[in-house]
């Protein structure tokens, strides 16, 4: 049987993109459908426009500690619509350029929606086409719990495209997303509240990570209210009311209320029943949060029907573009390049974009000790005022972790909190990902005067 | 025979200091001369400072992205004077620091130079003290063409002490330190021009770096002219000329010129002749692969042996001397791999061979990933700063030699990368590096994909 592509890939975002393009360079015929801009959560409502907010949000800091480097700076006004407006063109140049790589790539892209008819038929723009094999890419989206007045809240959607720079923004979650944004609006000159269900934010993420950047926030003006939930929302003249309920029973006062509490892959509506492609409950802990769906599939990222794949959010195994776009080109040579591979989920740093940023790779100290023993980890840390702030008397603190295996000497993990924590953690990544040893590090000379050089000199 | 001390260190600079408390903390008796401040060039006219200026500079450039994300024009001023009070007031508490800590390590600072009289003893301070293994770590001092006038320019060490900012700088020496000047002076808003014997700025490093870096320079309207040399100075109404010759003759107007030709190890005068030391080119102390001199008890480490005159590098050697000699762990240092920062903006850091380093040893069998792309913050910001990133491979296996940036974090990339490049790590082994997104370190994981 012939159809009418080798390929068809649902959703133009990381995974889809990455996936559709190396397909194509092996010479198969492929489409892709997109309904909304093409680029996904990370170019349209996520990483990129993110990123740049946060760079936006760095320069009242920069103008204050400019006072201890000898500068009298002026009180600067945000032009709020300049900044979303510049942000969003920005946005769509990116969305076209993804086009004209699709288009260079030589893959056809449908803008309609996708739905799946059987397992090598899918509807797109009211007409049929058939597929040998499909890829679904279509992401998740952030999830709303069921409380009272939750309509007047907004999610990270919502944003990128706020009208007007809130006063006061109240964010539900402990999450990056809330912290990063909760960080973004600080710095933008908002008074921001950020409400956690437990005592400290970032879940998951090292001890040393969570309590660093929590203490940097709450130095930076933003106050954290723990222990803590939404009971119900409404609306009055003076903004949005929020009723609590745990440690703190007051109510606020807010006018947007932004709810990070989590994203859901976007199983509904793909017809995944007509292809039998099965989807995993895995429940979200906690009051009012329901139940979400993942695709399942194996390490080569197979459905339960052998033609169809799934890379990406929707797969709901570790949420982030790099990680889309592996699983989309291990997917792509494994079944179009000859190449048969498994994308592998260790090792894989991340960074929150909070102020301070953070970033992390490799075992937690609690994951070690778990594994190893409290006998068998070594913990080597370095807490230190950069020099940069030597001058501007802001208490600031850069620190820098790494868990030792302390029978092989093997670094399992390492964290940072602090300027470039990024930068930094992605080079250190790769030392950790091929086994490097602390004696490894310690041989290795410094740059002096850099922050990195910290990690090649701890005792 | 009895010494004084097991130790006498000379120069309490980033070499002399980690080689004096590594031993200190072998429990051997130390002592450490210096007769200008703790902390050497590094803290006091060097890498310290020049970094706070370096951030000083940041305020201006950016002031004016600030702009591009919708903060609107404000004035600014910059006082000079108030600036380089509070960089020197954080150098004294540098200095406050080191010092107790060579109290705590318990080791003897002298304030005093130090001379040989013979193999084993020093005259400090009009006596005569003697030691059992003496290490030299008297640093480098800059180098002044002898040219007519040339009292009238000054080098990096007064840079650190300008009464006022001059209107227009003129740079002798287009190597690190003249063009880190060039980066924050322009900054501040002076013209600046650089001047230098090759074609181009950054001798020696890789030439895309030094590409990349001097197009940066040269969009922030940094002048620079290549091929020619100094010829003099002159003085005349209020301005300093001076005639530079090579391809052309030119005068150059200025305010003040800065020399930043090279350095030259601070060997004279330490009596080394007394003591049977040899120097080698340039006056540098001749050592072998364990830092000894040519003297089986006499050790030298840092700039003064010309080596490679970096920090980290004198730190190194100073603890790797101390292990050797006190510890009783046999320690050289590999220079193979040892990364190097540019504070200009741009940016820009290296580690390993540069490809042409490269091309003389393995020839046909090296090949280079170069790519060149403008970051993330560049591309809402008017001036769309870009940034380039190199790495050189050899063979089929495609092992990293080398790998150079130019842009925003490079120092600290670089640095970071620096660990798994020791390891001899291939460009495979990058490609299955999974990225932070979005960074500008991830690029290095992502040549040739798409």
Request: with cysteine; proline share 3%; charged share 25%.
């Amino acid at each position: 049987m012939t159809y009418d592509y080798d390929l068809f890939v649902i959703g133009a975002g990381s995974g889809g993109l990455a996936a559709s393009k190396r397909a194509a360079s092996y010479g198969a015929k492929v489409a892709i459908a997109e309904d909304d801009l093409v680029g996904g959560t990370c170019v349209i409502r996520g990483c990129i426009p993110k990123k740049l907010m946060v760079y936006g949000s760095h320069f009242p800091a920069w103008f204050h500690d400019a006072a201890g480097y000898g500068w009298k700076v002026g009180e600067a006004e945000l032009d709020w619509e300049y900044l979303m407006t510049t942000i969003d063109q920005e946005v769509r140049r990116l969305s076209q350029l993804h086009i004209n790589f699709l288009n260079k790539a030589g893959v056809e892209l449908i803008k309609s929606r996708a739905t799946l008819l059987d397992p090598h038929t899918v509807e797109v723009d009211g007409r049929k086409v058939t597929a040998d094999k499909i890829l679904i890419a279509v992401g998740g989206r952030p999830f709303k719990p069921d409380i009272p007045g939750m309509e007047y809240a907004v999610t990270s959607n919502e944003m990128f495209h706020l009208k007007t720079q809130p006063k006061h923004i109240v964010i539900i979650g402990s999450g990056y997303i809330g912290t990063e944004f909760a960080c973004i609006m600080r710095g933008l000159g908002c008074e921001v509240t950020q409400l956690i269900r437990k005592a400290l934010i970032l879940t998951g993420f090292d001890e040393d990570i969570r309590t660093e950047v929590q203490e940097g926030m709450t130095n930076h003006g933003i106050r954290f209210i723990q222990n803590t939930e939404v009971k119900g929302t409404e609306r009055l003249p003076e903004g949005l009311k929020l009723t609590l309920s745990g440690e703190l029973e007051e109510t606020i006062i807010a006018d947007v209320f932004l709810m990070a509490t989590g994203r859901i892959p976007n199983v509904e509506g793909l017809g995944l029943e007509n292809a039998g492609v099965d989807v995993v409950p895995s429940s979200m802990e906690g009051h009012g949060y329901g139940t979400m769906n993942a695709i399942t599939v194996n390490e080569y990222s197979q459905s339960s029907q052998p033609n169809i794949f799934a890379v990406g959010d929707v797969t709901d195994r570790m949420n982030l573009t790099p990680v889309a776009i592996g699983e989309g080109r291990a997917f792509a040579d494994s079944e179009f390049g000859n190449n048969r591979r498994v994308f592998s989920h260790e090792t894989v740093p991340t960074a929150i974009f909070s102020t301070p940023e953070a970033a992390t790779v490799g075992l937690t100290e609690a994951e070690a000790r778990e594994k190893l023993g409290d006998d068998g980890v070594k913990i080597y840390r370095t807490r230190f005022r950069p020099l940069f702030h030597s001058l501007t008397g802001a208490s600031d603190k850069t620190m820098m972790k790494l868990v030792v295996d302390s029978n092989t000497d093997k670094v399992l993990g390492a964290h940072m909190v602090g300027e470039s924590a990024a930068e930094i953690i992605q080079g250190v990544a790769i030392a950790v990902k091929m086994g490097a040893t602390k004696k490894d590090f310690d041989a290795t000379v410094g740059v002096h005067p850099s922050a990195a050089e910290e990690f090649v000199t701890m005792r | 025979m009895t010494f004084d001390y097991d130790l006498f260190v000379i120069g309490a600079g980033p070499g002399g200091l980690a080689a004096a408390k590594k031993a200190a903390s072998y429990g051997v008796r130390v002592a450490i001369a210096e007769q200008e401040a703790i902390g050497g060039t590094c803290v006091n006219r060097g890498c310290v400072p020049k970094k706070l200026i370096v951030h000083a500079a940041d305020v201006a450039l950016q002031n004016q992205m600030a702009y591009s994300y919708g903060w609107s024009d404000c004035r600014t001023a910059f006082d000079w004077t108030k600036f380089i009070k509070s960089v020197h007031k954080h150098i004294e508490s540098i200095h406050r620091s080191s010092s107790q800590q060579l109290q705590k390590a318990g080791i003897e600072l002298i304030r005093s130079q130090a001379t040989f009289t013979d193999t084993h003893t020093l005259e400090v301070d009009g006596r005569k003290v003697t030691a059992d293994k003496i290490l030299i770590a008297v640093g480098a001092k800059p180098i002044l063409p002898k040219i007519p006038g040339i009292e009238f320019a000054i080098t990096s060490r007064e840079m650190f002490h300008l009464p006022y900012l001059p209107k227009r700088l003129a740079i002798l020496g287009g190597g690190y330190v003249g063009v880190e000047f060039s980066s924050m002076m322009n900054a501040f808003g002076c013209e600046v021009t650089i001047i230098d014997q090759d074609e181009m700025i950054l001798s020696g490093f890789d030439d895309d770096l030094r590409h990349g870096v001097q197009e940066g320079l040269t969009r922030r309207k940094i002048r620079f002219i290549g091929n020619r040399t100094a010829k003099e100075i002159k003085y005349s109404e209020e301005s300093l000329l001076l005639t530079i010759t090579g391809d052309s003759q030119n005068i150059i107007t200025a305010d003040t010129i800065l020399i930043a030709t090279g350095r030259a190890p601070n060997t004279e005068n330490l009596g080394l002749e007394k003591a049977g030391v040899e120097l080698g080119e340039k006056g540098a102390v001749k050592v072998d692969e364990y830092n000894r001199t040519t003297q089986e008890n006499i050790f030298a480490i840092g700039d003064c042996t010309n080596r490679l005159p970096l920090t980290p590098v004198a730190r190194s050697e100073g603890a790797a001397f101390a292990n050797t000699v006190f510890g009783k762990k046999q320690q050289k240092l590999n220079y193979d791999y040892v990364p190097s920062a540019v504070f200009a903006r741009p940016e820009a850091a290296s580690v390993g061979m540069t490809e042409a380093k490269a091309r003389e040893k393995f020839g046909e069998s090296v090949k280079c990933y170069r790519d060149r792309f403008q970051p993330l913050f560049s591309q809402m910001t008017k001036e769309g700063e870009q940034a380039t990133i190199k790495l050189v491979v050899e063979g089929e296996s495609e092992r990293i030699l080398g790998a150079h940036m130019v842009g925003e974090h490079a120092a600290d990339i670089i640095q970071s990368l620096t660990v798994a490049i020791r390891k001899g790590i291939t460009k495979k082994d990058l490609d299955e590096t999974i990225g932070i997104h979005p960074t500008t370190a991830e690029e290095f994981y992502l040549f040739g994909s798409q």
